[in-house]
């Protein structure tokens, strides 16, 4: 009888440690392999950081038609998450506020090959530097090798007057707008 208790013991206590060893191997296999299992399956896409960030209230963005087309640009700092490592990024965005109050948000980055685009004041463009595509204030590309026009953003206005982008990062070099991150 004695000797049954201890064998019952013994195997409860082996199945315990077997149980805590795979579930401590799957814990290690997952924090070693998520970054390599999400580069493979995602192909580089990060998706979990989908959060709207706060720029400005809307009556602080002047109208962009007049009395010159005038865009603004409104800075923010968004948390980049790669794996389980959290970075703070200063990014910025493209408002254009038409003359009926709709808004528009693009995305700074030239959809050519990534360069950061500038407004030109007195051609009244954007103006990629390093190839020299050209978009309107609408964001229709007009010249040069960009494949489509400047990527809009999605927007909401929260709070009452208060708007909010979802930055987005969008495939390079194709006619058509992908989502490749955020
Ligand atoms: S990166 Fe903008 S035109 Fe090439």
Not at 37 to 55: E, P, Q, V
Not at 121 to 126: C, N, P
Not at 153 to 179: A, C, H, N, W
Request: charged share 25%.
């Amino acid at each position: 009888m004695e000797n049954n208790d201890h064998n019952d013991k013994e195997f409860s206590r082996r199945n315990f440690f077997k149980a805590a060893t795979v579930g401590l191997g799957t814990a290690i296999a997952f924090l070693l392999g998520y970054p390599l299992i999400d580069s493979i399956a995602g192909k580089g896409k990060i998706f979990i950081n989908k959060t709207y960030a706060m720029l400005t209230s809307v009556k602080n963005i002047p109208n962009s038609f007049s009395p010159v087309k005038k865009p603004s640009k409104f800075g923010f700092t968004k948390v980049d998450q790669d794996a389980f490592i959290k970075t703070n990024i200063q990014e910025d965005v493209w408002v254009v506020k038409k003359p009926d109050e709709e808004l528009t948000a693009f995305s700074p980055i030239c959809p050519h090959l990534g360069c950061r685009y500038k407004w030109n004041q007195d051609q009244e463009l954007f103006i990629c530097p390093c190839h020299n595509s050209v978009f309107t204030i609408e964001g229709k590309v007009i010249s040069g090798p960009a494949p489509r026009g400047l990527d809009t953003l999605p927007t909401e206005i929260k709070s009452g007057d208060m708007l909010y982008v979802l930055y987005e990062r969008f495939e390079l070099g194709v006619p058509q707008k992908i989502i490749i991150g955020y």
